[in-house]
C-alpha cells in the first residue's frame, strides 16, 4: 500500500459483486490479490511458501488481458484468473478475501507470479461474482484444467 494511505480502508473499499463490475475495472497495471486485506498487506511482503524467502512484494494475479486472447470474453478471463487461486481462502484462513488492486510490478515470484507494491486498493470481491467465476470455469468442461491448488496434488 502506497504511503499516507488511510489505516481503515479496507473498511471503506466498494465491493465488486459480479463478472461485469470486474471486467469494468480491468487495466494493464490492476490485479487480483487473496489476503485479509490492504490494512494487513500494508506493512509486509509475501514470502515462498517453500523456502520461506522473503519476496520483494505481495503475490498477485494480473486482470490485464494478454494480446493473444484476442476478442475472446473478458468474464471468462478474469473468471479463471480468480478461479485459479480461489484455494487460498481454504488454505489460509476465513478473513482471507480476494481484492482488487492497482499495482507496480517490482518482480516475478517462484511460480512466476507477479509480485506487486500496492498503488491503490480498489475493491473487495463478493463471493457472489466468485460463484459466477466458478460457474463460468465449470460451463467451458474442460477435463484437464482446474486450480492451481498444490494441496489437490496426492502428496
Known sequence: MRAGTSP????????ITNLAGLVEVMGDDV???????????A???SNDSLTGVKL???????????PWWGDRSR????????????????????DVRAWVLRGEEVGR?????PLVTCQEPLAWVADEALTE???????Q??????PLDRSSSGR
Not at 141 to 146: A, D, T
Request: charged share 30%.
Open 8 to 15: 481503515d480502508v479496507t473498511s471503506r473499499l466498494p465491493t
Open 31 to 41: 490485479y487480483v490479490r487473496w489476503s485479509k486485506g490492504p490494512e494487513a498487506d
Open 43 to 45: 506493512a509486509t511482503t
Open 56 to 66: 520483494p512484494g505481495l503475490s498477485a494475479s494480473p486482470l490485464r488481458v494478454e
Open 75 to 94: 468474464e471468462l478471463w478474469v473468471a479463471r484468473r480468480l478461479f485459479d487461486y480461489r484455494h487460498l481462502r481454504d488454505l489460509r484462513g476465513p
Open 109 to 113: 515470484g517462484p511460480d512466476n507470479e
Open 133 to 139: 467465476c466458478e460457474e463460468l470455469v465449470s460451463a
Open 141 to 146: 468442461r474442460s477435463e484437464e484444467w482446474g
